[in-house]
Each structure stands twice: as structure tokens, then as C-alpha cells.
């Protein structure tokens, strides 16, 4: 049974940093395309960050320079680093196990299994 349990979040002003975590259990984490997502209602669910078993990294344009994607394999734990924190990254964010098609891909349709997510609030 994969599990994934994301905390970190909260309510922050623009230009602050929060970081993300997600706990991750009933899989092999070491070699799982691992990322991060993010809803706000009314809207489709979108790429942000992440992970492929071999460290790579890939960031959505609309964070890249400001969030980083990172791991700690031994502690099964996904991290999203946040700073220059924007009103407009207000949103659900959703930690996910991906690998769909052998592939390693920003899309949600690429990744099988998703956390409850936690919500992150930025103030002007």
C-alpha cells in the first residue's frame, strides 16, 4: 500500500519560504520518479517539480529559479524548498510516485500515486 503524507505547509507572506515535505512508504522510494503538484479550485492540477531516480531534476518555468526538488532516500522523504514565495503559488500542493509508461514526465497522468496534500497560502 504506497502512502504518501506530505506536511510543511502553511500560510506565508510574499517573498517568504516555506518547505515542503512528503513521507513516502509501501514502495521502492530510491528508484521512483517522484514530484509535486499543485491545484487551486477550479482549475487543472499542475506540474511544478521533480525528481527522477538518478537525482535529476526538472522545475515548471513558472518556479524554476525559486523552488528546488530534492531527497533524502534513507529517510524515504520528497522536499520542496519554496522561496521568493508569490501570491500566485497559492495552491494545494500534492507530493506523487510516478513512472507511468516507463516515463519520468511533469504531467499528472505520468504518476500513479498521490498524498493528500497540503495547502500553502501566500499574502500580499
Known amino acids: 500500500q504506497v502512502q504518501l503524507v506530505e506536511s510543511g505547509g502553511g500560510s506565508v507572506q510574499a517573498g517568504g519560504s516555506l518547505r515542503l515535505s512528503c513521507a513516502a512508504s509501501?514502495?521502492?522510494?530510491?528508484?521512483?520518479?517522484m514530484g509535486w503538484f499543485r491545484q487551486v479550485p477550479g482549475k487543472e492540477r499542475e506540474g511544478v517539480a521533480l525528481?527522477?531516480?538518478?537525482?535529476?531534476?526538472r522545475l515548471a518555468d513558472s518556479v524554476k529559479g525559486r523552488f528546488t526538488i530534492s531527497k533524502d532516500n534513507a529517510k524515504k522523504t520528497l522536499y520542496l524548498q519554496m522561496n521568493s514565495l508569490k501570491p500566485e503559488d497559492t495552491a494545494m500542493y500534492y507530493c506523487?510516485?510516478?513512472?507511468?509508461?516507463?516515463?519520468?514526465?511533469?504531467?499528472?497522468?505520468?504518476?500513479?500515486?498521490w498524498g493528500q496534500g497540503t495547502q500553502v497560502t501566500v499574502s500580499s
Open positions: 506523487a510516485a510516478g513512472g507511468r509508461y516507463g516515463l519520468c514526465v511533469l504531467f499528472s497522468r505520468y504518476f500513479h500515486s
Open positions: 525528481i527522477d531516480s538518478d537525482g535529476s531534476a
Open positions: 509501501g514502495f521502492t522510494f530510491r528508484s521512483t520518479c
